[in-house]
């Protein structure tokens, strides 16, 4: 009874409905018109009371004078009811809320009103609206929303634990923007928290500029001072500001670039710094002593840079000297014993830089021990002194340098030889004949062998195969005819890859090889009755050896200057020369190169291919064909060789690119001598090869020290 009078009463109420909606298509609808939309109309009084949802929907329709379409999957009852009468707008709200509690919605799509399950109400809303809609209530919509200054990435996971489960938000870096479907009351929420955190960075750039201090000695002070300023009082509890507090010094004008958290913390810096900027006083009026620490360049090559800049010196009264340049100390010389007088090599014993003294002369002092300099001038010139040790005490990128030595050869030889000797005679003539072939091209000559049958000799036959004929000569037996084949391959792969790091525009140097002793000279005393042989001997590096200068350019471009050299030791040496010490092969390149970083360049190389020929034959017999073979042994060789050296540099420009190559290197290591353990075996106890030990986790970056 009581769901036929609120439809009956629904009918009675068409007159007053308002005329249809204006549909908001791609935001361009005016906020005014949303916010009038359903508000007038006559009063309605809702009672329906466990009543269809399809029922309601078109009771609300005929209320509103717009057509609602009900999804198929939209099952169930609805209550809605008022004790007064209300407006066509709250009725409305009221039935998007009461849709809502049983997970449906409203969308708007082409100017009908589909009542749609929850979560297809994101993929079927035709609404969308850039800035504020004028839309209230639980239908869903979507919103676009323009940053100005915040990141939308960053935004993206705050506001998505405010957005219903089955709504969706979206960033999209292009324009900087949000794209965020849900119901329209929370997306008014949203938006006031999006305009609450789309602000500009606490605080802007000041240029404090100096009168009397120097912008490089008074940064880091106020650095340090700000940052203590504004820590927490109590343990645990995060400073306000004094992480956005930033001083950079700029040398070129004399000025303090500072940015602040907040404006007090800006007022106090700029306080602080009027405080410190004061003339000096006592003895520092005059100008006459300034210490500079220096962060990275060395102290006593950075004094003979400055000194001959400045070529002529000012003294300590501001005056004018004409010394010029002063020259610097020369280094300490590194005292070691020669290398007969112990049992270790110069290399070991050496320093690896002799310790320099300190660099005394003219107006700039060098200090080794501290890295600093001591300056004596007046405080204009010691400004222009320290503006230029603040632009070349910087921090030096470093080359990781890769270098692939590539060499592939070959060697193919096959011999073949027939040799015989035969006696023709019988026992007790006067005269007899012997005649035979006898060579040593690829193997031992027939003669040989039949000495070794004898017992009178040592000789083995050769390699391959050995047919022999044997012969009785008068009770003795030996060879009478040997054939010989063999055919010989060998191939060689060998890849090096010498790697170094070193600092830009330094040199470095790798050897990986052996250490050979070489004859120099030698001398027997045959006076006394004793003799005393004496030898001189020099050691030489020989294995693989490769010195570099990197020189980073613009663009990322190295530059180069590069010598490698491969020795070797030859397994055999030739004759007569056994006495002069071993025989080394020698190939090297120089050369000035330019690669990208990162890229690979081929250095250079050597392709090498020998063809060699040699028979041993009789005259005239040896080349009649077929029976020739008799009377002739041949040995064919043919060698190849290609060798290339390849390079590949990569700048290192931070600590953190040159970790994470170190610790890429330390796994790849430490996962070889993994897969190189022993297999267990019960009758080997030693089974444990060493290891190195696992990385810790990466924890938490430590604060960066104040500069």
Known sequence: MRRATATLAAAMLGSALLPAPLALAQGNAKPAQQRGRFAGGEPVTLNFVNADIDAVSRAMGAILKQQFIVDPRVKGQITLFSEQPITPREAYLNYLAALRGLGFTVVEAGGLFKVVPEADAKLQSGTVAIGDTGRRGDQILTQIFKLNHENANNLVPVLRPLISPNNTINANPGNNSLVITDYADNLQRIARIIAAMDTPAAGEVEVIPLRHAVAADLAPIVQRLADSAGAAAVQGVPATGAANSAVIADPRNNSLLVKAGSPARMASIRSLVERLDQPPQGSAAAGNIWVVHLKNADATKLAQVLRAAFATNTTAGGG????????????????????????????????????????????????????????????????????????????????????????????????????????????????????????????????????????????????????????????????????????????????????????????????????????????????????????????????????????????????????????????????????????????????????????ILVLGGLINETFRDTKAKVPLLGDIPVIGALFRSEKREKNRSNLMVFLKPTIMRDNSAASRLSMDRYDLIRARQQDAQPVPNLMLPLQDAPVLPALPPASAPAPAPAQ
């Open 320 to 599: 004018i000297a004409s010394t010029g340049v002063a020259g610097t100390a020369a280094p300490a010389a590194a005292v070691a014993q020669p290398a007969g007088m112990s049992g270790a090599s110069a290399q070991s014993t050496s320093p690896v830089t002799a310790g320099a003294g300190p660099s005394t002369g003219g107006f700039i002092q060098a200090d080794p021990s501290t890295n600093s300099l001591v300056i004596t001038a007046a405080e204009p010139l010691y400004r222009q002194v320290r503006a230029m040790i603040e632009q070349l005490d910087s921090r030096r990128a470093q080359v990781y340098i890769e270098s692939m030595i590539v060499e592939v050869s070959g060697d193919n030889a096959a011999d073949f030889g027939l040799q015989w000797q035969g006696l023709l005679g019988n026992s007790g003539d006067k005269y007899g004949l012997f005649a035979g072939t006898s060579t040593s091209v690829g193997g031992p000559s027939i003669i040989s062998l039949s000495q070794t049958g004898a017992g009178s000799g040592t000789t083995l036959p050769g390699d391959g195969i050995n047919i022999a004929l044997i012969r009785n000569y008068g009770g003795t037996y030996a060879l009478a005819a040997l054939a010989r084949a063999l055919q010989t391959q060998v191939n060689t792969n060998i890849v090096s890859t010498p790697n170094l790091i070193t600092l830009d525009n330094e040199e470095a140097k790798i050897v990986v090889g052996e250490n050979v002793p070489f004859i120099t000279g030698q001398y027997t005393n045959t006076g006394t009755a004793t003799t005393s042989p004496f030898q001189t001997i020099e050691r030489k590096d020989v294995g693989i050896t490769l010195r570099i200068r990197p020189q980073i350019g613009e663009g990322g471009t190295v530059r180069m200057t590069i010598y490698q050299e491969q020795s070797a030791v030859k397994e055999t040496t030739a004759a007569g020369t056994s006495n002069a010490g071993p025989s080394t092969t020698k190939r090297s390149i120089e050369s000035t190169v330019v690669v990208d970083d990162g890229a």
